[in-house]
Nanobody, 122 residues
Framework: EVQLQAFGGGLVQAGGSLRLSCVAS????????IAWFRQAPGKEREGVAH????????EYADSVKGRFTVAYDNAKNTIYLEMNSLKPEDTAVYYC???????????????WGKGTLVTVSS
């Protein structure tokens, strides 16, 4: 059974940094990808970053390019989202999700972890 566990959220001041972790387990093949999504109150869920596990290819939403970095630690089966230069508009519940494929549209994700709240104060 595939499971995703995300953690690492918290309260940080604007300009600060935070690292989220997503522990993945239960995958029987390595042709899957992990994406981070976020949802702020009253807003739709949006994709933030994506990584293809097999080759490490990454993609980012324009709103976080240059500030966020997604990476995979094979030894720990953990996907990290390093968030720097945080802004109040980054405040949201962050989720990690997985799919067997590379299309990271939210409706195509096969598995979701529980969210972790990130709050950026001004």
């Amino acid at each position: 059974e595939v499971q995703l566990q995300a953690f690492g959220g918290g309260l940080v001041q604007a300009g600060g940094s935070l690292r989220l972790s997503c522990v993945a387990s239960g995958f029987t093949r390595d042709d899957y990808s992990i994406a981070w999504f976020r949802q702020a109150p009253g807003k739709e869920r949006e994709g933030v970053a994506h990584i293809v596990i097999r080759d490490g290819a990454t993609e980012y939403a324009d709103s976080v390019k240059g500030r966020f970095t997604v990476a995979y630690d094979n030894a720990k089966n953990t996907i990290y989202l390093e968030m720097n230069s945080l802004k109040p508009e980054d405040t949201a519940v962050y989720y990690c999700a997985a799919t067997y494929g590379t299309n990271w549209s939210p409706r195509l994700m096969d598995y979701w972890g529980k969210g972790t709240l990130v709050t950026v104060s001004s």
